[in-house]
């Protein structure tokens, strides 16, 4: 099971093609909806003011409305890629962004709007995660979920998954919702931007999937959420908090009535033991800022540079659904795979079930 993207912020159109999906699938256009509304900018005023209908188009691999097995391409037509930022920046380079890479690697870049380095680009992964979620869901009763961690130095308090859809970070406290719009009303004025955290976990998860050594699920995952553009950081379950434990704090201690915690994340040796498949992501502040630097040019000159554009303050605040996708991206191609090798004998073992935290 494998997805590829295709297209630019400021081009006509952004696709992917879906390679591997099992026949049978039944999928509408008007199922992608709701998650990329969940994604989209425009939806409240901590995010970019860009208005996209975001419409999914089902170009192929779907016949009268299940999947065929053969290639599904989505399309999704750009209707407002108007911007004013691109002269500016097209022979300049913003600090902490892509756009000096991508002039060393290729000697020239699609300007417009971030070109391919654009937020836009995760549409499409978005949308392709929409079958892989219903997949799941269907063959296992797998969920796939996520939650905002951190916004700067600002975290949840309490955690109530309730009120998640409710408020526009995707925040599991909704008492502290107000003091976020005030943090962020203060981070647009003065023109700055901040990094976020976010946490997407599945429940539901089988024990067996993912590879012992090449191809492992943590690996995969690791992979699949670093590809999602200003992501810095990935950790499965404790992550780097592990650095600070000793050895009989980290350990899920097994007990036939289930795992007594999850610090391991749901991963051991690359495989899933059943539990709780629990990853967190760490975003970059956004890189495009109308507070003035003095950087320079493709030429080498130095140049004073300031981004205009609509750009967001928090990149991460819109990366809940994206970090959901590629962790469902990833299973729905671990299942596949396990099922090639496997089939439906995987579990020798007696299974121990998950905690009841997960
Ligand atoms: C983005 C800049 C803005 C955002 C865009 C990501 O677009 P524009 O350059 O057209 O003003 O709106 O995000 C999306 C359009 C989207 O759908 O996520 C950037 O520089 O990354």
Partial sequence: FRVTTFGESHGPAIGCVIDGCPPGIAIAPEEFAHDLARRATGKSRHTSARREADEVEILSGVY????????????????DQKSKDYNAIARQFRPGHADYAYWQKYGLRDPRGGGRSSARETT???????????????????????????????????????????????WPDASQVPELERYMDALRKSGDSVGAKVVAVADGVPPGWGEPVYGKLDGELAAAM??????????????????????????????????????????????????QVAVSVAFKPTSSLRLPVEGVDVDGKVVDIVTTGRHDPCVGIRATPICEAMLALVLMDQALRHRAQCGDVGVVAPRIPPSADG
Avoid at 252 to 273: W, Y
């Fill in 226 to 275: 670093m590809s999602i553009n200003a992501v810095k950081g990935v950790e499965i379950g404790d992550g780097f908090a592990a650095v600070a434990q000793k050895g009989t704090e980290h350990r899920d201690v097994m007990t036939p009535g289930g795992f007594l915690s999850n610090h391991a994340g749901g991963v051991l040796g690359g495989i899933s033991t059943g539990q």
């Fill in 124 to 170: 499409m992964r978005v949308a392709a995660a929409v079958v892989a979620k219903k997949w799941l869901a269907e063959r296992f009763g797998l969920t796939v979920r996520g939650y905002m961690a951190q916004i700067g130095d600002v975290v949840p308090r309490s955690h109530d998954w309730t009120v998640v859809e409710d408020n526009p970070f995707f």
């Fill in 64 to 79: 009268e409305g299940l999947t065929t097995g053969t290639p599904i391409a989505l399309l999704v037509r750009n209707t």
